[in-house]
C-alpha cells in the first residue's frame, strides 16, 4: 500500500487546514503522526476498521479524523490550529485488524506534509 499525502501549508494561528492521505489500496486502521523539529515522532489520530476514532489529547476537539472508503482516502481536519501544532505530517496504515496509537504498530508510511502554524 501506497500513501501520499497532501494539504500541508503555512497557517496563522486560530487558523484551518485540512490533510488528506490517498492510498493505493484498502485499509483497515490507519492515523496520523507528527514530528515537530527536534522532537521525537508522536501521535496525533487515529481510525479503526469501525470508524472508531481515537485521538492525543493535544488535538482532541480540535482535529477530526474520517475517511472515504470509496476513495481510500484519509483526512484530518485541523481546526483552532497552535504554533505547537507545527511539523511534518506522516499518514499511516496497519495491515490487521486491530487498531493502535502507537506508531511502532503500522506498516506502511506516506513521505509526509509539512504543516507550519504562526504566531
Known amino acids: 500500500v501506497q500513501l501520499v499525502e497532501s494539504g500541508g501549508g503555512l497557517v496563522q494561528a486560530g487558523g484551518s487546514l485540512r490533510l488528506s492521505c490517498a492510498a493505493s489500496?484498502?485499509?483497515?486502521?490507519m492515523g496520523w503522526f507528527r514530528q515537530a523539529p527536534g522532537k521525537e515522532r508522536e501521535f496525533v489520530a487515529a481510525?479503526?476498521?469501525?470508524?472508531?476514532?481515537y485521538y492525543s489529547d493535544s488535538v482532541k476537539g480540535r482535529f477530526s479524523i474520517s475517511r472515504d472508503n470509496a476513495k481510500n482516502t484519509l483526512y484530518l481536519q485541523m481546526n483552532s490550529l497552535k504554533p505547537e501544532d507545527t511539523g511534518i505530517y506522516y499518514c499511516?496504515?496497519?495491515?490487521?485488524?486491530?487498531?493502535?496509537?502507537?506508531?511502532?504498530?503500522?506498516?506502511?508510511w506516506g513521505q509526509g506534509t509539512l504543516v507550519t502554524v504562526s504566531s
Open positions: 481510525i479503526a476498521w469501525s470508524d472508531r476514532t
Open positions: 499511516a496504515a496497519k495491515k490487521d485488524w486491530l487498531p493502535s496509537t502507537s506508531g511502532h504498530a503500522y506498516d506502511y
Open positions: 489500496g484498502r485499509t483497515f486502521n
